[in-house]
């Protein structure tokens, strides 16, 4: 409930909740009207904004959410990235570790059972020399500065994100 209270405020939102014992509970979640896709800022150059993101480099996609990983890898794929996917960091460690191609960026969740997201990508940086990372969180900048989960400067795509989103951050992090 607190990360989706923190999601929907950082979106300049607000939710109603309303209870009564022996009655449930109902919440109304207000977000602000948006103009259509087509005519955000980001989108006004057309298709060559949105060609400005494809690419060939391989991606190590790890989440331990199954819809947000067939989302992401679809999404990365219909942009021309090659794409394997890891349901937790030892999974990904052991690709890695039997990967003889390259693989240029390490497409993470922050939080996962089993390995923490900096644990994952430094042992991953050890077998990948050059390797960028990527960090997903479903959780609020504030929630991630509490908890020192990563450092400053680090680059962390929020959840949930559109398909242009993705695309441009993932193309930032290739290209920086």
Known sequence: MATAYGTVKQHGGNIWAYSEPGHGATF???????????????????????????????????EDNQQVRELSLTILRQKGYRVTTAEN????????????????????DMIMPGMTCKELYVQAAEKQRGLKVLFMSGYTDNVIAQRGVLDQGVAVIQKPFSINALAAKVREVLDG
């Open 28 to 62: 109304k979640v207000y977000l602000p009207l948006t103009e259509a896709e087509s005519s955000r800022p980001e989108n006004q150059a057309g298709r060559s904004t949105a060609a400005g993101h494809m690419g060939t480099e391989t991606i190590l996609l790890v």
């Open 89 to 108: 960091g030892p999974e990904a460690l052991a690709y890695l570790e039997r990967q003889e191609e390259t693989v240029h960026l390490l497409l993470t």
